[in-house]
């Protein structure tokens, strides 16, 4: 049988085929589309134009911001906007008359680190991606941890004083270290900025800040960090965080390893396959 993943990040939406839940047998990305049926539609399109050998027998996929409690759409989103408040599953179930399942894309992300990964043969981790927004999970022992409404790391309140960010923007992490943030704040995408400019240092000791929260919060044995501005060129210097992380703990626990994730843009790929996996198997 074939099964059809998909990731909708807030700049890119990438789409496979798998037919063993081991192996992605074809992929195509493309910039996310800014409303819903633009982007069902192109889709539906990748998924054709890849042909898949077999009949799709399920389709999982992960997209960024908070899910609704049917985990069939966003509720709302700052980026992803145009997608909210409807039902992808309903949409894409129909068209390919097959069972779809959603979760949040970081947490997809952060599952598949756990199984395909950096993460594999850790318990208690937390993945962190850092691109176009900031997003987060706990993984215990290789699956999503449980949670109410979610993980949203990103939007922990950090620039109290608002010394940073100002009376306008919201003192989030998000809006400190994310892409778009950067943006926001130097009028620059991050890919027009040398990695020699002292802000990819400034970044870093933000980022600390933040991890600092999660190793207090989730005690993880590890934290493996993906996204764009940590694996793209340029990024923020992971010797540089662990550097400031360690130094914002000041010795009240022990830093945990800080590593980057394996998987890349197809992390969130990989997760669907192995939610995929725990769901018909």
Same mark, same amino acid.
């Given at each position: 049988?074939?099964?059809?993943?998909?990731?909708?990040?807030?700049?890119?939406?990438?789409?496979?085929?798998?037919?063993?839940?081991?192996?992605?047998?074809?992929?195509?990305?493309?910039?996310?589309?800014?409303?819903?049926?633009?982007?069902?539609?192109?889709?539906?399109?990748?998924?054709?134009?890849?042909?898949?050998?077999?009949?799709?027998?399920?389709?999982?996929?992960?997209?960024?911001?908070?899910?609704?409690?049917?985990?069939?759409?966003?509720?709302?989103?700052?980026?992803?906007?145009?997608?909210?408040?409807?039902?992808?599953?309903?949409?894409?179930?129909?068209?390919?008359?097959?069972?779809?399942?959603?979760?949040? +894309?970081?947490?997809?992300?952060? =599952?598949?680190?756990? #199984?395909? $990964? %950096? *993460?594999?043969?850790?318990? &208690?981790?937390?993945?962190?991606?850092?691109?176009?927004?900031?997003?987060?999970?706990?993984?215990?022992?290789?699956?999503?941890?449980?949670?109410?409404?979610?993980?949203?790391?990103?939007?922990?309140?950090?620039?109290?004083?608002?010394?940073?960010?100002? +009376?306008?923007?919201?003192?989030? =992490?998000?809006?400190? #270290?994310? $892409? %778009? *943030?950067?943006?926001?704040? &130097?009028?620059?995408?991050?890919?027009?900025?040398?990695?020699?400019?002292?802000?990819?240092?400034?970044?870093?000791?933000?980022?600390?800040?933040?991890?600092?929260?999660?190793?207090?919060?989730?005690?993880?044995?590890?934290?493996?960090?993906?996204?764009?501005?940590?694996?793209?060129?340029?990024?923020?210097?992971?010797?540089?965080?662990?550097?400031?992380?360690?130094?914002?703990?000041?010795?009240?626990?022990?830093?945990?390893?800080?590593?980057?994730?394996?998987?890349?843009?197809?992390?969130?790929?990989?997760?669907?396959?192995?939610?995929?996996?725990?769901?018909?198997?």
């Amino acid at each position: 049988m074939s099964y059809v993943l998909f990731d909708i990040g807030g700049t890119k939406t990438r789409v496979a085929l798998s037919e063993n839940l081991e192996t992605l047998s074809d992929l195509k990305s493309f910039p996310t589309p800014k409303t819903f049926k633009a982007g069902i539609e192109a889709i539906k399109k990748a998924v054709e134009e890849m042909k898949p050998k077999m009949p799709i027998k399920a389709i999982c996929g992960g997209i960024r911001g908070l899910l609704n409690e049917e985990k069939s759409g966003i509720d709302n989103d700052a980026i992803l906007s145009g997608w909210a408040r409807s039902s992808i599953t309903d949409a894409l179930g129909k068209h390919f008359k097959t069972k779809v399942y959603l979760e949040n +894309d970081t947490a997809l992300a952060g =599952l598949g680190e756990a #199984v395909f $990964g %950096a *993460g594999k043969g850790i318990d &208690l981790f937390v993945y962190h991606t850092i691109s176009t927004g900031v997003g987060g999970v706990k993984i215990v022992r290789g699956e999503i941890d449980e949670a109410s409404s979610g993980f949203e790391p990103g939007h922990q309140v950090l620039d109290i004083d608002r010394t940073i960010l100002g +009376d306008e923007i919201s003192p989030t =992490l998000e809006n400190l #270290v994310s $892409g %778009a *943030g950067l943006e926001l704040r &130097l009028g620059m995408k991050p890919r027009e900025i040398p990695q020699e400019d002292t802000v990819w240092d400034e970044l870093a000791e933000y980022l600390a800040q933040g991890l600092r929260n999660t190793i207090l919060y989730w005690s993880p044995e590890v934290i493996v960090l993906g996204g764009s501005m940590i694996l793209g060129d340029p990024k923020i210097p992971l010797d540089a965080i662990r550097k400031y992380t360690v130094e914002v703990l000041d010795g009240f626990v022990t830093c945990p390893f800080i590593t980057t994730a394996a998987l890349g843009d197809e992390a969130g790929l990989y997760g669907s396959m192995a939610y995929l996996k725990g769901k018909i198997e």
